[in-house]
T-cell receptor, first 112, second 114 residues
Framework: EADIYQTPRYLVIGTGKKITLECSQTMGHDKMYWYQQDPGMELHLIHYSYGVNSTEKGDLSSESTVSRIRTEHFPLTLESARPSHTSQYLC???????????FGQGTRLTVV | GNSVTQMEGPVTLSEEAFLTINCTYTATGYPSLFWYVQYPGEGLQLLLKATKADDKGSNKGFEATYRKETTSFHLEKGSVQVSDSAVYFCALTGNYNQGGKLIFGQGTELSVKP
């Protein structure tokens, strides 16, 4: 059982609102990731972190921002949500360079 | 850099049919290989993995063998069930220039009919 949690599971918000998607893991993993998953299923890496105070942008440009103040916590923030941000967001963590990633259950975001 | 190519879906099978989902990869060095499964409305779960050539990963009746000579990691199951309906992702570890990130294929949707 993976110990990585995302909240909320589902969120419907209005355009222009600021939101934060939470992701926490209790495995002590240094590496954490945010993926955006489109309806076609493909996963797009939007942010990653290799440790506290380390954050990098991923392969897909995103208007969201992330922070990593504590090892276990990797929140993603949208300052002003738009309908184009409607998607499923998946958080993951890994312990080592050749190890598997553990995923949270995802947050399905709908911006109306 | 490292990359993964999966067979396109959707794949539709009858219950108890044999399943193969093809996965080939391009990699430098010696990556680890993974299959993940995503059930509707859920995150990804690790299904199986292999960390070196000729390793066979297995779990829940699924198997995949790390074939370095053909750069493949095909997923197989001898008799699928309706409950196996899900999206399957092949993945490998990226190389140093890719920051060690996991590289995913585009996913293959499997639908099993009773």
């Amino acid at each position: 059982e993976a110990d990585i949690y995302q909240t909320p599971r589902y969120l419907v918000i209005g355009t222009g609102k600021k939101i934060t998607l939470e992701c926490s893991q209790t495995m002590g993993h240094d590496k954490m990731y945010w993926y955006q998953q489109d309806p076609g299923m493909e996963l797009h890496l939007i942010h990653y972190s290799y440790g506290v105070n380390s954050t990098e942008k991923g392969d897909l440009s995103s208007e969201s921002t992330v922070s990593r103040i504590r090892t276990e916590h990797f929140p993603l923030t949208l300052e002003s949500a738009r309908p184009s941000h409607t998607s499923q967001y998946l958080c993951a963590s890994r312990g080592g360079a050749l190890t598997e990633a553990f995923f949270g259950q995802g947050t399905r975001l709908t911006v109306v | 850099g490292n990359s993964v190519t999966q067979m396109e879906g959707p794949v539709t099978l009858s219950e108890e049919a044999f399943l193969t989902i093809n996965c080939t990869y391009t990699a430098t060095g010696y990556p680890s290989l993974f299959w993940y499964v995503q059930y509707p409305g859920e995150g990804l779960q690790l299904l199986l993995k292999a960390t070196k050539a000729d390793d066979k990963g297995s779990n829940k009746g699924f198997e995949a063998t790390y074939r370095k000579e053909t750069t493949s990691f095909h997923l197989e199951k001898g008799s699928v069930q309706v409950s196996d309906s899900a999206v399957y992702f092949c993945a490998l570890t990226g190389n140093y220039n890719q920051g060690g990130k996991l590289i995913f294929g585009q996913g293959t949707e499997l639908s099993v009919k009773p």
